[in-house]
C-alpha cells in the first residue's frame, strides 16, 4: 500500500486555478522532487497534504499513522525571535492541540538532542537563530521536522538563496535521510533537482511525472511552465 495517494485533487483561490486534477502516488523510500515557476502550485500542493489548506475537490489518502514531517521555506521564518536552535527544534514536538503553557517531558528534550547529532550540528544548539547562516537556519528547520521521526518529509524549497556548497551540503544530507524517510521536495531549480532525486514532478497547476532516467526535451520544460495553464 502507498504511504500516499493523491487523487484528482483541485484547489481555487476564488476564480484563481491553483491546482488542477493532481494525481500522485508516493510510496516508502521515495524520492520525489516537484519542479515548476514562482506560482505553479507547488507550496499550495505541500500545504494540501498536511492539511492546511482544503482541498476543493479531489482526495488526499495516508496510510493510517503515517507521520509527516514539514519544512518550510527558511526565508518565511523569523530570524529576529529571541529563541535558540535547541528551542527551535525543541517546538517541534509540540502536539498540534498544545496548550499555551506546555511542559516539554524529558524524552522531547532526549529527542531533540538525538536529531542534532544525527545532522551533526551540535555547535548551533546553543545560539541565537539570528546568529546563523541561511544553510544553517535550513539544516535547523530539517532537524525540528525530523524530531517526530517523520515516515515522509516534505521540504518548500529547502536550496532557495542558498549558495553552491550549501545546497550540496543540503542534498547530501536529504540523500542520507531517504535511506530511512520517503522525500516530497519542491523547488524551481530544474538544473539541480534532476540529479538529486529518484522521481520528478513537473507542476504548473497541473503535474507531470517522470522517472529521472526519462530523457525530457529542454523545450518541453519550457512549454510546460511558461505557456501552459498561464
Known sequence: MALLKINNLSVYYNDYIALQNINLE????????????NGSGKTTLLKSIIGDITPDSGKIILEPNTIIGYVPQFSTFNKEFPITVFEVILSGTLPTDCKLFHHYRENDRTKVTLVIDKLKIGKLADKQINQLSGGQLQKVLLARALVTNPDI?????????LDTDAKEEIYNILSSLNKEITIIMVSHDIGMIKHKVKTFACLNKTMHVHENDETIDPWHFEDLFYKKGN
Not at 153 to 161: G, H, K, N, Y
Open 26 to 37: 508516493v510510496n516508502k523510500n521515495d524520492y520525489i522532487g516537484i519542479i515548476g515557476p
Open 153 to 161: 518529509l516534505l521540504l518548500d524549497e529547502p536550496t532557495a538563496s
